[in-house]
T-cell receptor, first 114, second 113 residues
Framework: ETGVTQTPRHLVMGMTNKKSLKCEQHLGHNAMYWYKQSAKKPLELMFVYNFKEQTENNSVPSRFSPECPNSSHLFLHLHTLQPEDSALYLC?????????????FGDGTRLSIL | DQQVKQNSPSLSVQEGRISILNCDYTNSMFDYFLWYKKYPAEGPTFLISISSIKDKNEDGRFTVFLNKSAKHLSLHIVPSQPGDSAVYFCAASFTGANSKLTFGKGITLSVRP
């Protein structure tokens, strides 16, 4: 599925680096999400943006900073990450938050913290 | 505390047979349930959903059954094909503002040729 595109697909960074993950959706959706998937754990919701407004911050550490400049783009800015932050980061979109419509996922960014 | 549980981590089935993937939930407020399929190196793909007003929803080879009293749902794949080999996630939400999807850990399905 190419409706939600994430870049980069893989990222290796040191704990002192600053990097950003990018997500773009071409589905005309109004809600966008960041999830974290660690090994052998369920997907964990991190942030939700609905009509460009942040509506959920699921107790995410401040070293993760989201940005949603418009309904089609979502960023996750990373700064001073820890080794336990190594995971697959998935972006998703849906028509509207809370509307019981399926979320459509990108292929994720595999992040490794050295 | 996991509100959506997929207790079997894996399932192996012969091609052509039925695959039955189970999911249990604890939150009685959930009224919308989804199944996603995930191949390695790809994001989850929406497969099928069911609202709590129904007890069955069918889409081709895929059928989801919901038993609200038991807080249990299952995904049936008939007939199973090797291309169905993937990780299957169950997810649940409830109607209303700020309702987020809660996912299970996933079940790895292997369909043997």
């Amino acid at each position: 599925e190419t409706g939600v595109t994430q870049t980069p697909r893989h990222l290796v960074m040191g704990m002192t680096n600053k990097k950003s993950l990018k997500c773009e959706q071409h589905l005309g959706h109004n809600a966008m999400y960041w999830y974290k998937q660690s090994a052998k754990k369920p997907l964990e919701l991190m942030f939700v943006y609905n009509f460009k407004e942040q509506t959920e911050n699921n107790s995410v550490p401040s070293r993760f900073s989201p940005e949603c400049p418009n309904s089609s783009h979502l960023f996750l800015h990373l700064h001073t990450l820890q080794p336990e932050d190594s995971a697959l980061y998935l972006c998703a979109s849906s028509q509207e938050y809370g509307s019981n419509q399926p979320q459509h996922f990108g292929d994720g960014t595999r992040l490794s913290i050295l | 505390d996991q509100q959506v549980k997929q207790n079997s981590p894996s399932l192996s089935v012969q091609e052509g047979r039925i695959s039955i993937l189970n999911c249990d939930y604890t939150n009685s407020m959930f009224d919308y349930f989804l199944w996603y399929k995930k191949y390695p190196a790809e994001g989850p793909t929406f497969l099928i959903s069911i609202s709590s007003i129904k007890d069955k929803n069918e889409d081709g080879r895929f059928t989801v059954f919901l038993n609200k009293s038991a807080k249990h749902l299952s995904l049936h794949i008939v007939p199973s094909q090797p291309g169905d080999s993937a990780v299957y996630f169950c997810a649940a939400s409830f109607t209303g503002a700020n309702s987020k999807l809660t996912f299970g850990k996933g079940i790895t399905l292997s369909v043997r040729p």
